[in-house]
């Protein structure tokens, strides 16, 4: 049989702190957790970067913040400094992704420059071109 451990002080105390909050409180407190969800954990920079820009610079961020009942200055400065590594590791390699297609864009047109002319052939009728092609007269009709 399983030990009983009694719960420390600090369970209680969250659980019930968690206990008294309204539910439009927690549906906007887990507003806040998706967008930073979105912001560090997203594979798809586009919507990384909309997450950055919206708590970064965001209007209505500091309305969201109020309505999950977090001090939205508080929220921003503790925030800051992974906001801006994650923006810096995104523009570091959308830099990167541009200069090689660039790269490879200039490889293609020093390839495609002007072609050596080559020597026009002369050919020149000979019976022994021809000996593959079966013999047909102007009788013959296919059956």
């Not at 600090?10 to 998706?34: F, G, S, Y």
């Not at 970067?49 to 009942?69: E, K, P, Q, S, T």
């Not at 390839?111 to 026009?120: A, N």
Request: charged fraction near 35%; proline fraction near 5%; charge should be positive.
């Amino acid at each position: 049989m399983a030990k009983y451990r009694a719960p420390l002080l600090n369970n209680d105390v969250i659980h019930l702190i968690e206990q008294n909050k309204e539910p439009e409180q927690k549906l906007w407190v887990a507003v806040l957790a998706k967008a930073f969800d979105d912001a560090f954990y997203c594979t798809d920079d586009n919507a990384a970067m909309d997450a950055l820009r919206w708590i970064r610079h965001g209007l209505d961020f500091n309305y969201v913040c109020h309505l999950a009942g977090r001090n939205p200055n508080y929220v921003r400065k503790k925030m800051l400094d992974k906001v801006i590594e994650r923006e810096a590791s995104i523009l570091g390699r959308r830099y990167h992704l541009r200069r090689a297609v660039d790269n490879v864009i200039a490889m293609k047109i020093v390839k495609k420059g002007p072609k050596p002319k080559q020597p026009k052939r002369s050919y020149t009728k000979k019976e022994d071109d021809y000996k593959w092609l079966p013999k047909y007269g102007h009788t013959y009709v296919e059956r």
